[in-house]
């Protein structure tokens, strides 16, 4: 039976902890599987509550403080903590991040497949089923995973064939600098995949209901540092990797595009946080990243903000308008975290939304900021609608493809995207 620890990374969280450690410590105890905490907090509130659980008899919890002097970053933390378990007797270390739960079944699916002794196994928490597929070529997965690899949680790692053998002050020096820093580990899971001799790499797929991040609404620790981190530090990372890895510049491209939409470098702008300078700054990594927005970024840098609002969400607003004045329903399709910051933006525009809609109801909450959360089909067979499609862009062709289909059934719908 292979040895698992997991490490969670908290700061300042307590109440996630607590969330944590009640929903999976019994779980994980009958899986022999030890759970570490590793907190940077400047209260004692974590450590109370995690020997509040060690006193009850949970011999595979402990609890380390990561001093703020040493573990100066988020992103050194990951790399020292991986050099220390790396000296430990563990099989497999799973680090994660502390506001992420997992259901029993999710982990006996991981317990039973880490029997296949892989090097690397990458977690995919969105699909639709379970499922297991090995990675057999490099270049065709950096595009595939870079991005999701930069969420904690995603990567379970051999500790006697992936981290040991790691030259630490060769990946610091390369990977933990100022201009790439944010996806140090990103850089470093690939350039020692690329160092290993055919290495076993396992891709693990999980229905969404399997993980839940109960703080998927709230905004990003980094978001003021949005431009410079999904930028600069992507760019940086992805071009610093070896040279074998030949996919790069289509990887470039797969960052996630919501963070870098119009209406993010809005969001961004309004708070002072993307000015013309950082257009300047950042042009380079604009034009390889998203290249197709180029141009939005330009005129969002320079025009005044409310101007900006007008050219980009004028024509939005004057159909929301239009069809209010119809007497349709103004939906947002999508009840994720992207859903939900439209919803926020709409509202502070004086824009009330009817309704979320989604495909199915199963893994989303009833309702998001006192508004419903609908499945669509049952929603619309009984109300006209505008809707307006609010999630990530690789996912709307199926959005379109399904509205389509429910518009073919008879449900009187228009739909536009949002960013």
């Not at 497999?92 to 739960?101: A, G, L, V």
């Not at 995973?145 to 630490?168: K, M, N, Q």
């Not at 960052?255 to 002072?272: P, V």
Request: with cysteine; proline share 3%; aromatic share 14%.
């Amino acid at each position: 039976m292979n040895k698992l620890c997991i490490c969670i990374l908290t700061y300042n969280r307590p109440e996630a902890i607590s969330e944590v450690l009640e929903k999976e410590l019994v779980f994980l105890n009958r899986y022999s599987t030890e759970l570490g905490i590793f907190d940077s907090s400047e209260s004692m509130e974590t450590e109370l509550i995690v020997e509040k659980y060690m006193n009850q008899g949970y011999k595979n919890l402990f609890y380390q403080k990561c001093d703020l002097g040493i573990y100066t970053s988020a992103s050194k933390k990951i790399y020292l903590i991986y050099e220390e378990m790396m000296k430990k007797s563990y099989d497999y270390i799973w680090m994660i991040h502390d506001h992420t739960t997992f259901n029993e079944t999710a982990f006996k699916y991981i317990f039973d497949q880490l029997g296949a002794n892989g090097d690397f196994y990458f977690l995919e928490m969105r699909a639709s089923r379970f499922s297991v597929n090995r990675i057999l070529e490099l270049n065709d997965f950096l595009p595939k995973a870079a991005l999701s690899l930069a969420r904690l949680g995603t990567a379970i790692v051999r500790r006697e064939s992936f981290l040991e053998g790691t030259d630490w002050k060769h990946m610091s020096q390369k990977y933990l600098r100022e201009e790439n820093c944010g996806y140090c580990h990103v850089g470093y899971y690939f350039e020692r995949m690329s160092e290993l001799k055919n290495p076993r790499i396992i891709q693990l797929e999980f229905p969404r209901e399997c993980f839940v991040d109960f703080k998927r609404y709230e905004k990003l620790g980094w978001h003021s540092a949005s431009v410079r981190i999904c930028l600069g530090h992507w760019g940086n990372t992805l071009m610093a990797l070896p040279e074998q890895y030949t996919s790069k510049m289509t990887a470039l491209q797969t960052q996630d595009k919501w963070l870098l939409s119009k209406y993010k470098l809005l969001e961004y702008k309004k708070s002072g946080n993307y000015r013309i300078s950082d257009f300047l700054k950042y042009r380079k990594w604009i034009r390889l990243i998203m290249p197709e927005n180029f141009c939005n970024a330009f005129w969002v840098a320079v025009l005044p903000y409310k101007t900006a609002v007008n050219k980009y969400f004028a024509k939005l607003l004057n159909e929301i308008e239009k069809q209010r004045k119809a007497g349709n329903k103004i939906c947002l399709y999508g009840a994720g975290k992207d859903g939900f910051e439209c919803f926020t933006f709409l509202s502070e525009l004086d824009v009330k939304v009817d309704s979320f809609l989604v495909t199915k109801t199963e893994g989303n909450p009833k309702q998001l900021g006192g508004c419903p959360v609908n499945r669509a089909d049952e929603y619309l067979k009984n109300n006209s609608a505008f809707v307006i499609i609010a999630i990530l862009p690789k996912g709307v062709p199926e959005v379109k493809t399904y509205l389509d289909s429910l518009a073919a059934k008879g449900a009187d719908l228009s739909y536009m995207e949002f960013a």
